[in-house]
Nanobody, 118 residues
């Protein structure tokens, strides 16, 4: 059974930082591209960042480019999202997503809530 468990969310002031983690089990982690999505209150879910399975190439939404960094540790079956210079508009539930190929979203975590106060 595939499980993706996010952690690290919380309440932070604007300009602050948080580091999200996503621990994966039940899948060959190194074979999956990993992604972060988010959903703000009253809005549709949106792509945040992704990292390839082998080369570690990264991709970001324009809204977070230069502030967020996605990384992975295949030895620990974990993907991270370092979030700096947080803004109130970053407030959302953040989801970890695994896909066999870039652009595939096969498995989703339950989400972790991030609230940025102004």
């Amino acid at each position: 059974q595939v499980q993706l468990v996010e952690s690290g969310g919380g309440l932070v002031q604007a300009g602050g930082s948080l580091r999200l983690s996503c621990a994966a089990s039940g899948l060959a982690f190194s074979r999956f591209a990993m992604n972060w999505f988010r959903q703000a209150p009253g809005k549709e879910r949106e792509f945040v960042a992704s990292i390839t399975r082998s080369t570690g190439d990264t991709y970001y939404a324009d809204s977070v480019k230069g502030r967020f960094t996605i990384s992975r540790d295949n030895a620990k079956n974990t993907v991270y999202l370092q979030m700096n210079s947080l803004k109130p508009e970053d407030t959302a539930v953040y989801y970890c997503v695994a896909g066999l190929r870039m652009g595939d979203y096969d498995y989703w975590g339950q989400g972790t809530r991030v609230t940025v106060s102004s």
